[in-house]
């Protein structure tokens, strides 16, 4: 049975170098293979990785009078083990895998991915030999694997990994650690290093390992610098668009749901933003968010709203800015269809206590009235009394800053050829004091643009006041003759009784 363990490791192409030595020194082979006598006990693994050192110490030492099962467990061991020095990448994956079970029960895992189609996408599934039989292990080949093991040398480490205590959140964070450093290895060449972003990427999806980790109960079990980790190696995987990682979020958006809901953890809060804005940099994935998950967006501006923590609101205000703003004329039917639903939220952040919520909506709603682009927008936007009140009530903050926001959202109901009825009413109704707002308005103001366009509203107002006098003029002349035939009337049918009376 030892004899069959060298041969097995002689046909596997592990039977040189360190490979060799461990074979010989721990389960004592005494045997010949391609020339070499191999020597019997005695050889220690030196500088080698600290993960090996862990492996190997877990695998028993052969007794002399070793029957034959203990032989044939400890050579799927040493199998195991010699399969994942040639395929690190899968077993770091696969271990990743078995740790989030570990962490998060089947049954929860399980129930999260019932919305979700089990089967891979088209082109990512690969066939991937498992370490049954040592016989079917495939020989090294010029391929460069993703996670190849580390030089000698680079086990500094060893001795504090064996010492401290194990626990899955922490074995989580190193597994992670290494896969972000595929992600992020600079130092080789660009084919190499997409090669190995490829393979990687692949696994990850094949074992649905990102997915898991996504999990709102998952992520929020995570360390700090795992929630990191998976955030780069996501940024990665959107940016590079890797197995068509973009094409499966599209077919699965509950993975979006699932980033939306990490907002309700203020731990997760900020690395799910960030994951969502790496899905908004694609036109598709924003259609899909503003068609098909319209609770979700509802709930950003709810956090923006309600979120006690600044980081968290400003975090939630600038999703909604990406999802309104980055793809603008795919956004405009979104904005049109729904105008009530969208600036009626809009509407709702002006009203925050919060200051900063308040100026970013105003820059937000601003720019979106600016765009030509969204030019009938604007126009519904501008007709409507309630929103006009709404600004003018802006206008009036202490805040010098949040009134120059306004006065840029003011100044389109006032510059508008096309204004409505009910609008202009009420800017002609309070065209004085806002002809003397404007007037003082932004004096320490040096930019051309403003001071061009506080003159603009400035002639503007006043052509209103002007239109108002003449009306109001015209209307006193077209009253006055009617009310002095009365006065004459009366006071000449007053004396005439009186004259006939002395006269008689």
């Known amino acids: 049975m030892r004899r069959r363990l060298w041969y097995v490791a002689c046909e596997s192409g592990l039977h040189q170098g360190s490979s060799r030595r461990w074979l010989v020194s721990h389960l004592g082979i005494f045997a010949r293979g391609d020339g070499e006598r191999a020597r019997t006990r005695g050889f220690l693994l030196s ?66 991915f019932q919305s979700l189609s089990i089967a891979a996408s088209p082109g ?28 000698e040398g680079k086990d ?69 610098e795992t929630r990191k980790y998976v955030g780069n190696v996501f940024r990665a995987m959107t940016v590079h668009n890797l197995r068509g990682f973009i094409e499966l979020i599209g077919e699965r958006p509950d993975i979006m749901r699932w980033l939306v809901e990490g907002y309700r953890n203020n731990e997760t809060a900020l690395i799910c933003g960030s994951m969502l804005r790496d899905c908004f940099e694609y036109q598709t994935l924003t259609m899909i968010f503003l068609k098909d998950l319209e609770p979700e967006f509802e709930f950003l501006f709810k956090v923006t709203m309600e979120n006690s923590n600044f980081d968290i609101s400003a975090d939630a205000l600038i999703n909604i800015s990406r999802l309104l703003t980055v793809h603008k004329k795919a956004t405009v039917q979104i904005l049109d269809t729904s105008f009530d639903r969208v600036f009626g939220l809009l509407n709702g952040l002006l009203t925050s206590e919060n200051y900063a919520t308040r100026r970013q909506a105003l820059q937000l709603l601003s720019e979106l009235l600016l ?19 709404q600004v003018m009530l802006l206008l009036r903050e202490p805040s010098d800053a949040l009134r120059m926001d306004a006065f840029h959202v003011f100044k389109i109901f006032v510059a508008n050829p096309n204004k409505s009825n009910e609008v202009e009413q009420l800017l002609v109704r309070n065209c004085e004091k806002l002809l003397a707002f404007v007037s003082d308005f932004g004096k320490a103001e040096v930019s051309r643009d403003f001071l061009q366009e506080r003159s603009l509203l400035v002639f503007a107002l006043e052509r209103m006041a002007e239109k108002e006098r003449a009306l109001e003029k015209t209307q006193e002349q077209a009253t006055r003759p009617a009310s002095l035939s009365n006065a004459e009337r009366m006071s000449i049918s007053g004396p005439v009784p009186e004259v006939c009376a002395k006269q008689k």
């Not at 964070?173 to 080789?188: C, L, N, P, Q, S």
């Not at 765009?371 to 009140?389: C, E, G, H, I």
Request: hydrophobic share 40%.
């Open 47 to 112: 500088r080698q990785r600290a993960s090996e050192r862990l492996a190997l110490r877990s695998v028993p030492r052969l007794a002399p009078d070793a029957d034959a099962a203990q032989c044939i467990n400890t050579m799927d061991r040493v199998n195991t083990f010699f399969w994942s020095r040639l395929n690190p990448t899968g077993e770091l994956v696969r271990s990743v895998d078995v740790l989030l079970r570990e962490l998060v029960p089947d049954d929860k895992l399980d129930a999260a």
């Open 124 to 151: 990512t599934a690969l066939a991937e030999p498992k370490p049954e039989h040592a016989a079917v292990i495939p020989t090294t080949s010029g391929d460069v694997d993703a996670c190849e093991p580390d030089f």
């Open 156 to 224: 500094e480490s060893s001795d504090e990994e064996s010492t401290t205590e194990k626990t899955v959140p922490g074995e989580l964070e190193r597994k992670w650690a290494k896969i972000r450093a595929v992600f992020h290895d600079w130092d080789e060449e660009q084919g190499d290093r997409e090669k190995k972003m490829d393979d990687m990427a692949e696994l990850l999806l094949r074992y649905r390992v990102l997915e898991k980790v996504l999990m709102p109960k998952v992520l929020g079990q995570l360390t700090f």
């Open 371 to 389: 765009d030509p682009v969204n030019f009938t927008v604007m126009q519904r936007y501008v007709a409507s009394r309630n929103n006009l009140k």
